[in-house]
Protein backbone atom coordinates (compact mmCIF):
# COMPACT_ATOMS: atom_id res chain seq x y z
CA UNK A 1 0.00 0.00 0.00
CA UNK A 2 2.67 2.22 0.70
CA UNK A 3 4.54 1.71 -2.79
CA UNK A 4 1.31 3.05 -4.50
CA UNK A 5 0.57 5.63 -1.69
CA UNK A 6 4.59 6.93 -2.80
CA UNK A 7 3.60 7.29 -6.43
CA UNK A 8 0.58 9.50 -6.08
CA UNK A 9 1.69 12.52 -7.48
CA UNK A 10 -0.31 15.93 -8.02
CA UNK A 11 -0.15 16.20 -11.48
CA UNK A 12 -0.86 20.20 -11.25
CA UNK A 13 2.94 20.41 -10.57
CA UNK A 14 4.74 22.42 -13.11
CA UNK A 15 8.53 20.71 -14.15
CA UNK A 16 10.21 23.47 -12.75
CA UNK A 17 8.52 23.96 -9.47
CA UNK A 18 10.13 23.68 -6.20
CA UNK A 19 7.61 20.87 -4.79
CA UNK A 20 8.90 18.74 -8.23
CA UNK A 21 12.70 19.13 -7.59
CA UNK A 22 12.48 17.99 -4.06
CA UNK A 23 10.24 14.82 -4.82
CA UNK A 24 13.17 14.74 -7.41
CA UNK A 25 15.74 15.22 -4.58
CA UNK A 26 13.79 12.94 -2.19
CA UNK A 27 12.84 10.22 -4.56
CA UNK A 28 16.04 7.79 -3.66
CA UNK A 29 15.76 8.06 0.23
CA UNK A 30 12.03 7.73 -0.32
CA UNK A 31 12.88 4.12 -2.46
CA UNK A 32 15.39 3.03 0.42
CA UNK A 33 12.44 3.80 2.67
CA UNK A 34 10.11 1.40 1.11
CA UNK A 35 12.67 -1.41 0.09
CA UNK A 36 13.91 -1.40 3.98
CA UNK A 37 9.86 -1.47 4.76
CA UNK A 38 9.31 -4.29 2.10
CA UNK A 39 12.04 -6.31 3.54
CA UNK A 40 10.88 -5.87 7.09
CA UNK A 41 7.29 -7.22 6.11
CA UNK A 42 9.07 -9.77 4.26
CA UNK A 43 10.86 -11.10 7.30
CA UNK A 44 8.07 -10.93 9.60
CA UNK A 45 5.90 -13.01 7.12
CA UNK A 46 8.85 -15.78 6.98
CA UNK A 47 8.38 -16.30 10.63
CA UNK A 48 4.74 -16.70 10.07
CA UNK A 49 5.67 -19.95 7.43
CA UNK A 50 5.52 -23.70 8.62
CA UNK A 51 8.12 -25.14 6.97
CA UNK A 52 8.78 -28.83 6.21
CA UNK A 53 11.30 -31.24 7.93
CA UNK A 54 13.69 -32.80 6.13
CA UNK A 55 11.93 -36.05 5.79
CA UNK A 56 9.11 -34.32 4.45
CA UNK A 57 10.82 -32.69 1.76
CA UNK A 58 12.37 -35.99 0.77
CA UNK A 59 9.20 -37.83 0.70
CA UNK A 60 7.64 -35.40 -1.62
CA UNK A 61 10.77 -35.01 -3.89
CA UNK A 62 10.59 -38.97 -4.45
CA UNK A 63 7.02 -38.81 -4.94
CA UNK A 64 8.19 -36.01 -8.07
CA UNK A 65 10.74 -37.92 -9.49
CA UNK A 66 8.50 -41.00 -9.63
CA UNK A 67 5.93 -39.46 -11.25
CA UNK A 68 8.11 -38.09 -13.53
CA UNK A 69 9.56 -40.96 -14.62
CA UNK A 70 6.21 -42.56 -14.99
CA UNK A 71 4.75 -40.37 -16.99
CA UNK A 72 7.89 -39.91 -19.24
CA UNK A 73 7.63 -43.70 -19.78
CA UNK A 74 4.02 -43.35 -20.16
CA UNK A 75 3.85 -40.33 -22.95
CA UNK A 76 7.08 -42.41 -25.05
CA UNK A 77 5.35 -46.03 -24.82
CA UNK A 78 1.71 -43.44 -26.49
CA UNK A 79 4.28 -41.76 -28.92
CA UNK A 80 5.74 -45.12 -30.38
CA UNK A 81 2.38 -46.19 -29.88
CA UNK A 82 0.66 -43.46 -32.45
CA UNK A 83 3.52 -43.45 -34.52
CA UNK A 84 3.18 -46.92 -35.29
CA UNK A 85 -0.35 -46.45 -35.95
CA UNK A 86 0.36 -43.30 -38.50
CA UNK A 87 3.04 -45.49 -40.33
CA UNK A 88 0.97 -48.05 -40.69
CA UNK A 89 -2.14 -46.07 -42.19
CA UNK A 90 0.21 -43.67 -44.74
CA UNK A 91 2.21 -46.76 -45.87
Known amino acids: ?14 PGSSSAVSNAVSYVPRKFAELREFLTEVKSELKKVTW ?28 LGFSWVLSYILK
Open 1 to 14: MAVAEAKMVDKSEE
Open 52 to 79: PSQDEVRGTTLVVIATTFFFGFYLYGMD
